[in-house]
């Protein structure tokens, strides 16, 4: 699923930097960067149907904190500059093909 949700970035404008980015801290399924230059970390989930919930509540608060954490890892070891935009995506994937996407899904404080 995380390819379908490669080639949805893709169509909105999207580059891809990074999939399935790994560290102590944590994964990433995406890193991309948008159109107009903002940094996206996104988290891709797929629900067959809505029994157990929507994608989205599966992102719960232990999830941010990992994807917060493999986020700060990321951005310091590639060195990017601290005024660089940075946000959370969410994208949801549902068995009967629709794709819904959540900019800025949730954030992080220090």
């Known amino acids: 699923y995380e390819q379908e949700a490669v080639l949805f970035l893709k169509q909105k404008g999207y580059r891809i930097i990074a999939r399935n980015y790994y560290c102590k801290q944590g994964e990433i ?3 991309a960067e948008s159109a107009d230059d903002v940094l996206v970390y996104c988290e891709v989930k797929y629900r067959s149907n809505d029994e ?4 989205f509540e599966a992102v719960g608060y232990a999830k941010r ?3 917060g954490r493999a986020a700060s890892l990321h ?3 590639k060195h990017y500059d601290d005024k660089k935009v940075c946000r959370f ?5 549902y068995g009967d093909g629709r ?3 959540i900019e800025n899904a949730f954030y992080l404080s220090r």
């Open 65 to 67: 904190r990992r994807l």
């Open 29 to 31: 399924d995406i890193i």
């Open 75 to 77: 951005f310091a070891m």
């Open 99 to 101: 794709i819904e996407h």
């Open 52 to 55: 157990h919930g929507s994608p």
């Open 89 to 93: 995506d969410v994208i949801g994937i």
